[in-house]
């Protein structure tokens, strides 16, 4: 059945629902000329580069699954806010469920949690959690963590500083230590999957360390966090997300790695007394959980972990609005209708058809980086951890080897090759025979995010016009 014809369906019985309803007829202004702009939207809409094909092998950038567009769509007719049960009643409960099943996926059954619009929006809470619980205290993230973690901190005002990878992109440990020794450091922010080369930091000797400097852990697996159900991982990625369930807070963006839409991040506390941060009064939402604010009212004095617990207690049976947990207030609903929707056709468990599409993209990773190794003009970055391989052309200096990559990039563009240029430490190319004296501190490479379980059939293709355009 075609995606139309799926969402047509849904749509029928959607309006089945509300079939009592006596009928009206809805005002449509500019209704004679909606087929025309929407022709001319399609048309603006081909000047992007074709996402959905496997020879888009560039940026993160995933095709939704169909049933994720057709259950958006579908739930777009009713367009309900997620903020609050008023206006989201079925979808806050399902985002609840649906929430419920990622934070199971890391081993956590007691916890708070909601989506978000973004992996941002999601590590913004988590470090404003973190700055409430450790105030005036560092966080810490490595070279190679997400760019947003130093602005979040900056509009959070609190004090950042970043650590340096060591040879495969990972925190190093040395340095980390360094840090945590002066006493300053808060919490540290472990990424699992970094964005340019999809490192997994050490986890289990970041948790080691935690024994000895007490510091609160938060991990950003926005781009990684789904390869907790792949079977195809590498000791020490494999390890760490064995691991992950330690941590104090997880952030993971479904419309990354889950088939969503945009518009789909999401933060989860292991604690549930978390949910006291969050205490507002919004002056007009909110009728169905009024316990929550009498209790709260009556707490006045100390009494914020209560309505921690109290929140959790609401939460954990599915009526708590979730704006009274969320920074953001309106929310696309739809975005958990669609994650809903995915995780009953695709659970998130392993040996599934959803964790076998993850080994796929690692598989074609790990085969088109050997590909990489076996041509002399190209020098690879480091194992990779998951399905992103970074990989630089081969000159005798940094400088040249990024002005060649540009060429690269734009000549394989011409053979409908799309790939993507990172900016990487000189060093995480072991074998580029660089000596320290012309080491900028960052090199051009080519970068290929290979995210689509198709891309594995494409490998050898990606390969031929890969070489055509040296
Ligand atoms: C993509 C990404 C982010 C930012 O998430 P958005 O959804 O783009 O806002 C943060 N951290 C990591 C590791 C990411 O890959």
């Known amino acids: 059945m075609r995606d139309t014809e799926l969402l047509a369906e849904a749509l029928d019985l959607l309006e089945r629902e509300f079939s ?36 888009y092998a560039g940026q993160m950038l995933k095709p939704p699954h169909p049933v994720a567009r057709a259950a958006y769509a579908m739930a777009m007719w009713l367009n309900p ?51 409430q619980m450790m105030p005036g205290k560092k966080i810490v993230a490595s070279e190679q963590a997400h760019y947003t973690h ?72 926005a781009y990684g966090g789904y390869f907790r159900l792949a079977s195809n991982l590498d000791g ?18 479904p419309h990354k790695h889950g088939l969503q839409p945009y518009g789909c991040g999401c933060v989860l506390f292991r604690d549930p007394a978390m949910g006291r941060w969050y205490k507002h009064d919004s002056p007009c939402t909110y009728f169905t959980s009024q316990e929550l604010h009498i209790h709260g009212g009556a707490q006045q004095s100390g009494g ?9 207690e609401l939460f954990a049976e599915g009526s708590l609005h979730l704006g009274e947990i969320s920074l953001e207030c309106s929310r696309a609903g739809a975005s958990a209708v669609a994650l809903w929707t995915t995780q009953r056709l ?29 041509e002399d003009s190209f020098v690879p970055g480091p194992a990779p951890d998951l399905d992103i391989v970074v990989w630089a052309v081969r000159a005798a200096t940094p400088a040249e080897s990024s002005r060649r990559a540009q060429e690269v990039f734009d000549r394989a563009a011409k ?10 430490p000189p060093r995480i190319f072991r074998e580029a025979g660089w000596t320290s004296e012309h080491q900028p501190s960052a090199v051009t490479c080519l970068r290929s995010v290979l995210m689509k379980p198709e891309h594995l059939a494409w490998v050898d293709e990606i390969g031929r016009r890969l070489r055509n355009a040296l």
């Not at 020490?236 to 963006?253: K, N, P």
């Not at 053979?415 to 990487?424: F, K, V």
């Open 81 to 131: 806010n997620n903020h609050a049960l008023d206006g989201g009643r079925a979808s806050s409960r399902m985002e609840w469920e649906a929430v419920r099943e990622i934070a199971a996926m890391f081993g956590w059954s007691e916890f708070i949690g909601h989506l978000t619009g973004g992996g941002t929006l999601a590590n913004l809470e988590a470090l404003w959690v973190a700055g």
């Open 346 to 374: 695709l659970p998130l468990v392993r040996g599934g058809e959803f964790a076998r599409g993850l080994e796929r993209c690692r598989e074609a990773a790990l085969q088109f980086r050997s590909m990489i190794a076996a």
């Open 304 to 312: 914020s972990c209560a309505v921690g617990s109290f929140a959790a």
């Open 415 to 424: 053979h409908d090759l799309h790939l993507a240029l990172a900016q990487m």
């Open 236 to 253: 020490d990625a494999a390890r760490a997300f064995e691991r992950i369930s330690e941590a104090d807070s997880i952030v993971i963006d």
């Open 150 to 221: 130093e602005r979040i901190t900056a509009v959070l005002r609190l004090p950042f500083a970043s650590i340096a990878c060591d040879e495969n992109g990972r925190m190093d440990l040395t340095h980390l230590e360094a840090a945590l020794k002066s006493g300053e450091v808060g919490t540290v922010v472990a990424t699992l999957g970094t964005t340019g080369a999809g490192a997994v930091d050490p986890l289990p000797a970041i948790l080691d360390l935690r024994k000895k400097y007490r510091f609160r852990l938060h991990v950003d697996a």
């Open 20 to 55: 009592g309803l006596p009928r009206y007829a809805p005002e449509v202004p500019g209704e004679s000329r909606m087929a025309s702009v929407l022709a001319e939207a399609a048309h603006r809409m081909g000047d992007n580069f074709p996402y959905f094909h496997p020879l």
